[in-house]
């Protein structure tokens, strides 16, 4: 870490941080500029600690931390790609690019049945539905709870997909648990600490959406607080940050997916839908994921968009999906990947 | 709401849309301009049912909302300003400007003891503290938990204050319960949808802080949902939203002060310590809060900002806070409203 | 357009709005709503005047504009795409993704005519550098400005390849236009009018950069600018947003490719090198653009880039610049596109 | 400035860097750390050379500037703050705030004529209006050019007050000279260099408005463009940044008041009729600036704002701006400053 000290801090001052510093433990170098001093602090460093105690002196101008400050996440604690095992034969990870689909929310059996076999007959492994919906509005429909995630495990054994579904609260942890193959949590609590911990204990593997202005170095915390429980399976996904343009929902960073993979080991997959917020742009959004190195897609999917209880707007009708996924297999190809269509 | 028919519509393109409003219950009204075709949906409209359904249909460009998805919160639902009591003599949306003050979080007795007592004799009624602690990083000081919370208060009744502080979790709705006298829902939990249903059930006054990147009518909406399950004892605390500027920790937003004001009958609070993230920058902050018709400041106080386990480096030091409280009052008087201090 | 008149707006208010509008010589539907009245206006609408106008009646809530305000730029104006061509074998906006490369800045003849020799062998077709250079510091090295012209002229011809250089100034057009063939605007002066209206007579090609902060509106209203001067031959080119995130020097909105070919018949350029601000993600940002539908690229390449006067950051050396056009000629065909590498 | 080097940078990466630096005539430290190395440069140092030259070396991780870009505009530069005078008794940055209104554009004689009586009635000493108008759009109203600056020195002279006015090309700066008494460049042209230096030899005061989106450090650089040739009569105007809410035209930065007077000597000037866009907000707006330290307003006042030009969706009646100012002059007294009103 550095510590850089105002252009009027004179001998007493520095002395007095450089005290500070040592008192806590840590080994300083100063070097004094032409106009400013800095110090540079040598050791194991305990960040906010140090912050902290630090950013209350006033000749201090700005502290810069030097290491990152996610350790379990960093490719300089794993080098090799986390490859995610799901049964025999779906991972998340390795050169296959893992296809997520399915409705934003299951509505009744015939609707996620139909979807479940379309999705698994186009190519998906991995059947998404959300049982408990965060909803903007506390008027809106909230989800089928239980009940949904009992029509998801239905759909999927009949398919034979896996299921992703969202958690939302610290306290469906366990029942979720028991339908689930991976755990869902959304952007709006991709800072919800506590249940990052609660699912970080829980066994299955987690797919952390980022927040809608969370810094990748803020999103890569919220992973660490997850593996910091044990739980090294985690998924990055982006799902689009908030930016002045109003055009489309979000604005879709997907230049986040060389840098996620040059920072951290952890697989990243990219939701086109809520990312774009427009049917009309999720095959192209996609389209820019596989080029760029995505591990995986999550794509809404409905038999009837017109009729969506949720997210009518960004569903691809069954027929654009496998339309889609055909695409992107002569994209996957041409960067090495792999995408399975029929 | 309106439907905005895309310029290629043809006519039996805009007959089915009027269909599906009319199946779903409407009534609708449509303009044929020059090159586009409006519908004007009337009724007591389910905003999202609506969006939902005909967000999907390919040949509509947009839908433009009319009403606002808010209704307890509105000044159209109620137009007198909502006054919180506390007691006998502590409110919050009076004429008097409340000032809540206390460190980031509480760390021990001593600490918690001499700024309730530093506080009060500066003119404060609330004092604030955190047990359970957001932090950024899973190594971090997390919080004294139900030890810091019995502090809180004890230092609370030693100087006659009232209690607010954060809950994280909806498991610990009713813990905190037992201590505090305001709840006080953070910025990251905005959108924890869980959590503001049951502080909305437990029956004391909520604080709900604005998150990073909400837009007023989100913030709003949030509200709503606390609202919604019967609490109408709902404070807004604006604490800095997320731009490009890196100088500040947030940008300040001070202009939501009048727009809260006018959209909703609640409270504003302005966090200047948050908003800010810097320690010279708080005192002009308030000021400016004052001047723009805030309701109330929550600020943070440190005996030794220098010492703190977190944010030292936007914690005022006593002296400071009793002198920013003194200026206060002067601006205060000048746009006709009373701020306290001694 | 679209007028929405406050909730307490009462029949008097409601018929001095619609007067205001007859008077201006348009036609007008109102539709009372439950809770509000709304206005359809009829008729080839000035926009802004009618803004204008309207924005001042205290009882009008908003105004929501339903045609865009752009019209030769629009894909309803002229619906095929526009191939703009230069000289015999070069088109911008064709199947062939045309490729533009050299350094940020002319800095002397062996620089220049080496970069231009490697990147025509490398499968160019048109040589970038900068002679007039926009700094954020007066300090900062601002260019070889008409010597700096003379040598891209130089190069190019010796290498059989066209230019493409900034004008940042109205004075400077008739000058850069003795040398150039493609006018760049930066994204400075995206808005800068007077050089937009002096380059759309210069009858030349332009290629517009958007602004940090231009929503896409803005951004084909400045391109509406030059081509309402008679210009018709303008490129968009889409190099990066600000956002919240700093790892990169942008965030580069590959979604605007869609969207942009969508709205307008204008070709898309993607800058990787501008967008991303990182020479290790230069590549993964133009597979991407090329697998999204882009028209061409813009790509900084430097001989040295760590002698480089300005953006060595970004910079591909000529080997890293070949081996990226050859990925990329893959990924062209895997979306039926062509780009040619050796 | 300090290097931090990459974590797998070895010993003779870390040489290299050193020696570059040392070639190009600067003092070095490099301290070791636990995982990284980091390089101080000790000299009077050029920031841009040495971020080109060193941006390019491979292990380099990140480069941190330690001295501010600007020299002239910094109070290590000149502390004493900035006062403007324009002749006997108009100053801009003394105790007194000064006010400076009138409409969007210059529309004809007696709306100028009657706002200038109007304004100065109310107490304010300078006359805002536009001759040329920056628009969005081609097709609106461009501004009378040289006949409104005939008007703007007739309407000036009639009523004794100083005329304010945007230039937006280099090519008009002669000509505006004439009439105007200070320049003013738009949020549009921040960056517009040549314009830029233009003024800075026009012999007059500059008023900058801060660019959409520009750091606080960008805006410094730009009026360190103008101070570099020598003109140092520059004023700051912070009229609203973009950010993702879109119920204000812009976010009012109130805390850049604060900040850019503590980092420059410059006056600070606020704009809240475009930074909020609404004129319901303009007053509260105005209230916070005066209450946290601006020297200035600019306000957009109109004989009738439901027939103006531009902008009437934000212009004040008469009767509000004289309103606003009496108000306003018990807050400047509150803080200590002064604003005199009728």
Redesign the interface.
């Known amino acids: 870490m ?1 510590v ?1 000290m105002e ?1 009027n801090a004179d001998a007493k001052d520095v002395k007095e941080v450089l005290d ?1 510093i040592e008192e806590m433990g840590y080994e300083t ?1 100063s ?6 001093t ?1 110090i ?1 602090i ?3 460093i ?4 140090l ?8 000749n201090i101008e700005k502290i ?1 931390p ?2 990152e ?1 996610y350790k379990l996440a960093n490719r ?1 604690f794993k080098n090799e790609p986390t490859v995610i095992k799901l049964g025999e034969d779906v991972t998340i990870g390795g050169k296959e690019i893992t296809i997520m689909a399915g409705p934003c929310a299951v509505e009744n059996e015939k609707q996620i049945i139909d979807t479940a076999r379309a999705i698994k007959k186009a190519g998906a492994k991995i059947l998404r539905g959300g049982a408990f919906k ?8 909230q989800g089928l709870q239980e009940k949904g995630l009992k029509l998801l495990k239905m759909a999927a054994e009949d398919s034979g997909l896996k299921i992703i579904t969202e958690v ?4 469906h942890v366990e029942l979720i648990g028991k339908y689930t193959d991976i755990f869902q949590i959304g952007a ?2 991709m ?5 990052l ?1 609660k699912v970080g204990n829980a066994g299955k593997p987690v797919m952390l959406k980022r927040g ?2 969370a ?4 999103f890569i ?1 919220a992973a ?2 997850i593996m ?1 429980e044990g739980n090294y399976n985690v998924i990055l996904c982006e799902r689009g ?8 929902r979000n ?5 986040s ?3 996620l993979k ?1 920072l951290t080991h952890l697989p990243v997959v990219i939701d086109p839908s809520h ?2 917020g427009r ?3 999720v095959a ?2 996609a ?7 995505a591990d995986g897609l999550i794509v809404e999917v409905h038999p009837h ?11 691809l009708h069954f027929a654009e999906f496998r339309e889609m996924l055909r ?1 992107l297999t ?2 996957a ?3 090495d990947r792999k995408i399975i269509s029929y």
Chains 1, 2, 3, 4 share one sequence.
């Open positions: 550095i850089v252009r500070r170098h070097i004094e500029g032409i106009s400013k800095i540079g040598i050791g194991n305990d960040r906010e600690e912050i902290n105690s630090l950013g209350a002196y006033p810069v030097i290491q400050p300089s965060p909803r903007t509005s506390p008027y809106s429909f939302m609260s610290s306290e709006r609590n800072q919800n600490f506590y249940l911990k809608l202005t810094t990748y170095k803020e915390m660490e607080y910091s940050i908030r930016t002045f343009e109003d055009y489309t604005t879709l960073d997907l230049i997916i060389p840098v040059k990312g774009t049917r009309d742009l192209p959004a389209t820019g994921a596989v080029a760029m190195g968009p017109v009729k969506a209880l949720s997210d009518g707007q960004q569903s695409n002569k994209v190809r041409a960067v």
